[in-house]
């Protein structure tokens, strides 16, 4: 069945260095991808999002990444500040029958970034 | 920005007892998705409806579960006979109707069953 797989589980790092978060795709027909962070006690909110038709996206400090040859999309941040502490979760969209669709979620990344 | 709301933020009660969760989406938006959180994990999807109809709903969930939204607006969420293992967090979210449009989350509902 569908599923995103989502590297790794937790990540620390020093204030100022980059961080990177890796997701894996099973449906191959997927064409969308969004990145969220959740802070602790509030909702998801989207960072970034990247669709099929293009290899990469940046956004200030953040910024993904596409394969979709390797059905793989990544997050990266780069001067990471402690605000920048959350927990981080991809997700694709699987397309069904009909031209429906639905979200599926990573199981999350808690970066830690240590002052 | 209203946002999408969800009441209550909190709710807590005895196992056996039903539930009932409401979701107000963002007017525009004409797709209304639930999803359960429980601590460490991703959300996972449940059930989710354009306007009015409901179009899928998570091989997951139990016949205990039912979601409805009678007028394509707000929806709500029935837990009937809860068991402890139905404490999570529940989140709402919204979007357009075309792929590719991103998912706006509410602050979500935290069932504790006791």
């Known amino acids: 069945g569908e599923n995103v797989e989502q590297h790794p589980s937790t990540l620390s790092v020093q204030e100022g260095d980059s961080a990177v978060i890796k997701c894996t795709y099973s449906?191959?027909?997927?064409?969308?991808f969004p990145w969220y962070k959740q802070e602790l006690g509030k909702r998801p909110q989207l960072i970034i999002d990247i669709r099929s038709n293009v290899g990469e996206k940046k956004d200030q400090r953040i910024a993904v990444t596409l394969n979709k040859t390797a059905k793989h999309f990544s997050l990266h941040i780069t001067e990471t500040q402690p605000e920048d502490s959350a927990v981080y979760f991809c997700?694709?969209?699987?397309?069904?029958?009909?031209?429906?669709?639905?979200?599926?979620f990573g199981t999350g990344t808690r970066l830690k970034v240590l002052a | 920005d209203t946002g999408v709301s969800q009441d209550p933020r909190h709710k807590i009660t005895k196992r056996g007892q039903n539930v009932t969760f409401r979701c107000d989406p963002i007017s525009e938006h004409n797709r209304l998705y639930w999803y359960r959180q429980t601590l460490g994990q991703g959300p996972e999807f449940l059930t989710y409806?354009?306007?009015?109809?409901?179009?899928?709903k998570s091989r997951l969930l139990s016949d205990r579960f039912s979601a409805e939204r009678p007028k394509g607006s707000f929806s709500t969420l029935e837990i009937q006979r809860t068991e402890q293992g139905d404490s999570a967090m529940y989140l709402c979210a919204s979007s357009r109707s075309h792929g590719g449009s991103p998912l706006h989350f509410g602050n979500g509902t935290r069932l504790t069953v006791t």
């Open positions: 449906d191959s027909a997927s064409n969308y």
């Open positions: 997700a694709a969209i699987v397309l069904e029958g009909s031209g429906t669709y639905k979200y599926i």
């Open positions: 409806f354009q306007n009015e109809a409901q179009l899928e």
